[in-house]
């Protein structure tokens, strides 16, 4: 006889089913070996970004996985002791920066897999996130490249325009002579 779960779990699953509704992108990790400081220096870093990180039950995990989309059925073999979610519902590389500068200096949390532009991501894809640049440096980066051929074209035109008006000074400081 299966028994109903309690109030408490259903609202950790509602809770959770609308953060990974909200969630850009999201990543499932290792925690085991984090302390409570560590644990909450992380959410705080987090917060600024947007983005959040829990820890919860492996089996409430995956109830709320289910709500969120069927799709998301190979993130279930990950789901195997300690596990924790970052979701970012912000800029997601700026959370993937921040998980992954913390775990530099913590040697932990450890990402297992996760969820990032609408499809499964790996460990792997994670570390190429994190190596990003910063969507503001990007942005400067494209934006100075649009730029770079008109200056170009502005010194072009300018150029010849100054060794015109050069010459006739030259012209007019011959004949003052």
């Given at each position: 006889m299966k028994t109903k779960p309690n109030?408490?779990?259903?609202d950790t699953v509602k809770d959770l089913s609308d953060k990974f509704a909200r969630a850009k992108a999201f990543?499932?990790?290792?925690y085991?070996?984090?302390?409570?400081?560590?644990?909450?220096?992380?959410?705080?870093?987090?917060?600024?970004?947007?983005?959040?990180?829990?820890v919860v039950k492996n089996t409430l995990l995956k109830k709320g996985m289910e709500e969120k989309d069927k799709t998301l059925e190979p993130l279930y073999e990950h789901l195997k002791q300690s596990t924790a979610m970052l979701f970012a519902f912000g800029d997601e590389i700026e959370?993937?920066?921040?998980?992954?500068?913390?775990?530099?200096?913590?040697?932990?949390?450890?990402?297992?897999a996760g969820f990032f532009s609408g499809s499964i991501a790996s460990e792997a894809d994670f570390k190429k996130l994190a190596s990003l640049p910063s969507r503001n440096i990007l942005l400067t980066t494209l934006l100075n490249r649009l730029n770079s051929p008109i200056q170009g074209f502005h010194y072009a035109l300018s150029w010849n325009l100054q060794q015109?008006?050069?010459?006739?000074?030259?012209?007019?400081n011959k004949k003052a002579n």
């Open positions: 109030q408490k779990k259903q990543f499932l990790t290792d085991k070996g984090l302390t409570h400081k560590e644990l909450e220096d992380l959410r705080r870093k987090l917060k600024k970004v947007e983005a959040d990180y829990v959370a993937v920066k921040i998980l992954a500068d913390f775990a530099k200096n913590a040697t932990m949390p450890k990402v297992k015109f008006v050069t010459v006739l000074e030259n012209v007019k």
